[in-house]
Each structure stands twice: as structure tokens, then as C-alpha cells.
């Protein structure tokens, strides 16, 4: 294609001078003619320039042998600039002090600071980076090689790296290859040949010599070339062995009326393998160990620690040495990393230090988890900004109780006074009664699914269901409804319960909470509440039932416009129903649930553990009101790199500006805008041919 792609730049540049040259005669006869008083006006600025710079000269030349210097320079046919340089520009094999590359003018150059390696292949990656200085124009995959040795390492491989999760391309992340096969090359050694993904995910290694390797991505934040468990990584499961196959085609170069010109054969060579694909996931790992600990008000100590706890500490309270045994009330995070002990005892409160003895697991410099036992002081000393706002809410009551004196004096007297503002004033001016905090989580309209939700202040140590009054609207009249207890929502938030009832669907309730009925640890108790609500109706919805065929457990997730979830429901007998949805527009995402929890599960390379496979629907779906859709799916018709829709991709590619002015132009003409092409030449990663075995896809060679 290069050799093609030659020629047709030669037929153009004959073409170009031929009409240059045309152009300067007749412009010359045009002014002999011109009588001698003409003014000359300025020429127009011409058409906008989208042709990227191109390169005139090296030094070395592209594809030197035996280079005994420590500087490149490459020359260019305009002024060019470097652009995101940290992140798009490599050099392999990989350096330890970064060589300086600058751009001045027409040229650019590259001057190492390591010693170069004798019998070596060097490959100086730009990418994109290169762009010209006036109209911002890209040369795009420039990459300049050359050799100290007496031989060019002419092998490559390539393919894309793909978020596991989320299908995100990995943009601007390291692709690098190991010789040595041992697992722990990955984790103790620096990669040997490396590559960075372009905006696509997409990535090519070059340089390579015959042989077998394991291929790793790496998002690379401390700069190491190796993996730390706490980097973005992925790796392939096979070995690659880097190959070179040759084939011939017919390339036509057309005049430029549309007609043909010349019909050229080609060799090319197809560089193996081409489509690769790296699956790129965090093991969330975080080392165990307590973070902080704290006394954020009088009656909460607080624990934190640095990763999710299975084993609760064990803690024994020191001092005060009299105190209840049953102290505290505990409210956790999910995933348990952070624990706050709600203190019951009275005591314990009212003291200045609580001194703890705390027994809890961390894991110690060789990665093992084990027992430490600890001493803690929880002291508290009331913060100063509490401490005002005291003093200045109790100067403003006893301010309106001085002037609710001298009503009442007033009044006494039989002088004429405001009886509202006497009200008014009895209200603000006495100490107000410590009540517990009650807020509906949701009120007005209900969806069909949902429930009546109520959050308090603080843990709640009793109901009183007598005291709660629900009532259903039928016609004009309110009928009375058993009311069940709350329920707490989850088994670790002490400050949320919900009301166990199904509410039938376009139906009007009320529900009626006197004072008194919640009672806190602390014997606080509600003020009188309520609220009124009706819930939906069935046409209100729209139901999806999605069949796909699965090879075992799998989840499909309905998806919102900012890839959020929605909602998740399993794959039964290749079925996914989607019941009562809010119209709106939609997408799915399906994982292949290996372990059965019915959640997405990351990956680990100690363990050579791949994240759980994820799959994209690659089309927007519109569910209507009052309306019911199958939709078929096959996870496999479309490549991975493909399906996640564009809409709701967050790591889209740059958009060149030559592909702007299309754009531009084919909307001003009502045509559909094309697909900006790849240095891959597919509309997948690879050949777009696709096994569903993605791991080893690579091996189905044309």
C-alpha cells in the first residue's frame, strides 16, 4: 500500500506542477496586457490547508544500520509543533532517562541520554503527535526506526486495549512485551518493547525480533514499567509469536474525472498478529490497615481503614472503667471499611477521653494479614463554631423573651398589644424540646416499585405502630390499612427503614405519623408528620423482554444516557425481563456472570484471572409508554471494540479537522457522515472477524 500510496502522491505532485506552471504563464501574459495604471489588488487567503506536514529529510535516514550517534533529526516541509508529548510519544526499547525531544521550526529532534544498546532496534513512536504550527493538521502514526546493529527487527504486532468494565477504549495507556515468560517478569522487571494505544484503544509494537512473548497493557502512573497492584493493567493468556505473511493485490489509480488510469499489482505484508485484545481492569486491591480514627461529636467514635473489613474489631473500653456493657449502637458502610460506634451509655458521652483498647487485622510489609492490638484515646472537645452558635441562639431567645415581657407588661397595663406576635414570640423565646429528625426519603408521586422510605438523625430503639395511621383513597373517602412495622432498609444503615407494603398501581394514599411514634437510642422522640402520594398507573410503563443466548450465568443491565445503571436483572433460561421501565431511551450491557454473585467481578493476574466478560447491545433502545418490546441480541455479531454505542462512550477520538470540514459539509448537503477510518483498515479490532473466544481470537489468522 506504502509503494501505491507513492505513486498516486507522485501522479498528484506531476499533476499540481503542471497546473502551477499553467497557471504562472498565464497570469504573466495577463499583466503584459494590464495597461500601466492597473492597481494591483491583494490576493485572497485561498483554501483552508489540511494536508499534514511531511517529512523531507532525516538523520539518519529512516531505517539506518550500524547508527553510532546519540541524535535524530527529522526535517519537515512546514513549521511543526509536539503535542501531548508526555502521553503520545514512546521510545522503545524502554529508556531510563527519557530522551529530549523538542521542535523547532521545521524539525524536530531527538537526543538520547542512555547509552544506546549495541545490536538494537530502536523505534521512536510519535503517534499523532506531530501536527503542523498554522492549521493544527496531524501526521498521523509517524513512527521513525533505525538500528545500531547491523540488522532492522522488522516484526510487529498490534491489536486493542478495551476497559474491562465499561468498554471504554484505554487511550494513551503502555502495551508492552516480555521474552521472558516467567509470570513474574510482569511484576519485577521493566517492559523490553513498548507502545502506547492511541484515542482509539488501539496499539502497534514495532521492532520486533522473531519469538514468543506475553503481551501486557499497563496504565503506568508511577513510571516504572511494571505492574503495582494498584495500576490499571491487563494480559493476555496465550504467547504471541510475531509473524510476517505477504499478499498480492490490485490497486487502481483513478484520473481525476473518475476515470481508470493505471491498474497496479501489489505485494503487501500483513504483520501478525493483528487483533489482539487486552481487557484492562483494577484489582482494587487496598492494603488493610486503620486509616484514622476519630470522635466526630460526643456520643460517635469512628473507625477507618483502607480497605474493606470481613472481621469486625474486637474493642474494649479502658477508661471510664464503669460503664454499660452494652455501649454503642454500630452504623457501617457496605463494605465495612468505615464503622461508627454510636455510644448509649450516658457515661461514656459526658467523657472529656475514652480510652480504648482495640484489637483489629491489618497486613503487615509481606502482604499477610494478621492481628494487631492497639491503644486509643478518643478525646472530644466541643468545636468553637458549635460552641457560638449556642451562645448566639440563646442571646437571640432570651432578646425575645426580654420584648415578650414587656408585651405582656404592656398588656397588663390594658395598652393595645399584638396577640400573634405574643404567640410568636412564647414559641421562639422558650428552650426548644430535643426532638428526633424524620424526612421521607421520597413523596409526591410513586413509581409502582417503590416503597415509602423514612431516614432519621440518629439509631432508632422503638415504634409504635398504633401511632401510625395509612389510609387508601377510594372515590371521595379514605378507608383505614393495617400498617406493618418498618423494616431497616439494609442490614448495616441504622437510620433508614422502609414500610414492607406493595401500593397498588394509579391509587392515591396518605399516611399519618403522630408524635411520639419513633423513639431513638437516646429517647428522642417524632414530631407529627405525614405525607400524601399516589402511585402510578400500568400504562405509565414500558416492559422489555430481551432474549440471549448465553454460554452460563449472565446479568444484563439497563443502562441511562451517562452509562449509569439503571436496573439489573438476571438471564433466566436466555430471557431478561425488564418490567415496568420509565420511558426513555436506553442501553444494555450483559456480563457473562462466571461465579454466579450477580455482580461484575474484576480480575487478578497473580491468580491468571480475567474480568468477567462484558458485552454491549450497540444500538440506543426507546422504550415508549404503554408499550412492550422483545428485542433479540446476539453478544456476538458485533466486534467488542464496536458495540458500545457512541453516544454514551466517554473515550471518544479525536475528531480530525479535515473530518470536521466533511461533517460540515455533508450536513449542509443532508448526507450521512462517514466513518472516520483506522490505521487498521476494519470496522473491528482486527480482520472485524470475531470467534466470541476473545481472549484467543487472535489465532484465527485470515
Known amino acids: 500500500m506504502r509503494e501505491v500510496s507513492g505513486k498516486i502522491r507522485h501522479l498528484w505532485h506531476v499533476h499540481v506542477a503542471i497546473r502551477v506552471v499553467a497557471s504562472v504563464l498565464l497570469a504573466y501574459v495577463f499583466l503584459l496586457l494590464l495597461p500601466s495604471c492597473a492597481n494591483i489588488g491583494s490576493p485572497e487567503g485561498g483554501p483552508r490547508d489540511y494536508t499534514p506536514p511531511e517529512v523531507v529529510k532525516t538523520s539518519p535516514e529512516m531505517g539506518a544500520l550500524n547508527f553510532k550517534g546519540n541524535k535524530v533529526e527529522i526535517n519537515f516541509d512546514e513549521i511543526v509543533n509536539i503535542k501531548d508529548q508526555q502521553k503520545k510519544v514512546v521510545v522503545s526499547p524502554v529508556q531510563h532517562d527519557m530522551p529530549i525531544i523538542r521542535s523547532l521550526g521545521k524539525k524536530i529532534t531527538v537526543e538520547f541520554r542512555d547509552t544506546m544498546r549495541p545490536e538494537t532496534t530502536y523505534v521512536i513512536d510519535f503517534s499523532n503527535a506531530i501536527e503542523d504550527n498554522n492549521e493544527g493538521n496531524q501526521l498521523d502514526g509517524y513512527a521513525f526506526t533505525f538500528s545500531t546493529g547491523d540488522e532492522i527487527d522488522s516484526l510487529r504486532v498490534s491489536g486493542i486495549v478495551l476497559n474491562a468494565h465499561n468498554l471504554e477504549p484505554a487511550q494513551h495507556v503502555l502495551v508492552g512485551l516480555h521474552s521472558n515468560l516467567n509470570d513474574s517478569a510482569f511484576t ?394 420509565i420511558p426513555n431511551t436506553y442501553y444494555l450491557r450483559l456480563t457473562l456472570d462466571a461465579n454466579d454473585n450477580g455482580k461484575w467481578d474484576t480480575g487478578n493476574y497473580a491468580l491468571h484471572l480475567q474480568p468477567e466478560e462484558v458485552y454491549y447491545y450497540p444500538k440506543a433502545l426507546k422504550l415508549r409508554r404503554n408499550w412492550d418490546m422483545d428485542q433479540q441480541w446476539n453478544i456476538y455479531e458485533t466486534a467488542l471494540d464496536l458495540q458500545k454505542p457512541h453516544a454514551i462512550k466517554k473515550n471518544k477520538p479525536e475528531e480530525k479537522k479535515n473530518k470536521l470540514e466533511q461533517k460540515s459539509k455533508q450536513g449542509k448537503n443532508g448526507t450521512d457522515e462517514e466513518e472516520e477510518e483506522d490505521e487498521f483498515n476494519s470496522t473491528g479490532f482486527g480482520n472485524a472477524t470475531y470467534s466470541g473466544n476473545r481472549y484467543r481470537d487472535y489465532q484465527n489468522n485470515r
Open 188 to 581: 519485577k522487571l521493566p517492559f523490553e518493547r513498548i507502545t502506547r494505544t492511541n484515542d482509539r484503544g488501539q496499539f502497534v509494537i514495532m521492532g520486533l525480533k522473531p519469538g514468543k512473548y506475553h503481551i501486557f497493557a499497563l496504565n503506568d502512573v508511577d513510571g516504572d514499567y511494571r505492574m503495582a497492584r494498584t495500576e490499571d493493567v491487563a494480559f493476555f493468556d496465550g504467547i504471541v509469536e510475531p509473524m510476517a505473511t505477504t499478499f498480492a493485490s490490485q490497486d487502481t489509480i483513478f484520473t481525476f474525472d473518475h476515470q481508470v488510469d493505471t491498474v497496479i499489482e501489489a505485494v503487501h505484508t500483513d504483520f501478525l498478529p493483528n487483533n489482539i485484545l487486552l481487557s484492562m481492569f483494577n484489582e482494587q486491591y487496598k492494603s488493610l490497615y486503620l486509616k484514622t480514627v476519630g470522635r466526630p461529636s460526643a456520643n460517635k467514635l469512628h473507625f477507618l481503614f483502607g480497605a474493606p473489613v470481613d472481621t469486625l474489631p474486637q474493642l474494649e473500653i479502658l477508661r471510664p472503667a464503669v460503664h454499660a456493657s452494652d455501649w454503642y449502637r454500630l452504623e457501617r458502610t457496605a463494605r465495612s471499611d468505615s464503622l461508627t460506634y454510636w455510644l448509649t451509655d450516658s457515661a461514656l458521652i459526658k467523657s472529656d477521653t475514652i480510652t480504648v483498647a482495640a484489637r483489629y487485622l491489618r497486613v503487615d510489609s509481606a502482604d499477610n494479614v494478621n492481628w494487631y492490638q492497639d491503644t486509643i484515646h478518643f478525646g472530644y472537645t466541643k468545636p468553637q463554631y458549635l460552641i457560638k452558635r449556642e451562645q448566639d441562639e440563646r442571646k437571640e431567645r432570651e432578646q425575645k423573651a426580654k420584648r415578650l415581657e414587656e408585651l405582656r407588661n404592656k398588656q397588663a397595663q390594658g395598652k393595645e398589644v399584638d396577640s400573634d406576635e405574643i404567640k410568636d414570640l412564647e414559641k421562639e423565646s422558650a428552650e426548644p424540646e430535643p426532638r428526633l429528625k424524620m424526612e421521607f426519603v421520597k413523596k409526591g408521586t410513586l413509581e409502582v416499585y417503590d416503597t415509602v422510605k423514612v431516614k432519621f438523625d440518629a439509631p432508632v430503639a422503638a415504634w409504635d405502630s398504633h401511632a401510625m395511621r395509612l389510609e387508601m383513597q377510594r372515590d371521595s373517602l379514605w378507608i383505614p390499612l393495617t400498617v406493618p412495622d418498618f423494616v431497616p432498609d439494609n442490614d448495616y444503615d441504622l437510620m433508614t427503614y422502609r414500610l414492607p407494603l406493595t401500593f397498588s398501581p394509579d391509587s392515591s394514599y396518605r399516611l399519618i405519623v403522630d408524635p411520639g411514634a419513633v423513639t431513638s437510642i437516646y429517647g428522642l422522640k417524632n414530631d407529627s408528620t405525614g405525607m400524601e402520594f399516589k402511585v402510578k398507573a400500568l400504562e405509565e410503563y414500558a416492559n422489555m423482554l430481551v432474549h440471549v443466548n448465553v454460554p452460563y450465568h449472565a446479568f444484563i443491565e439497563l443502562l441511562d444516557g451517562s452509562d449509569k445503571v439503571v436496573r439489573t436483572v438476571p438471564v433466566v433460561n436466555g430471557k431478561a425481563d425488564f418490567v415496568n421501565v
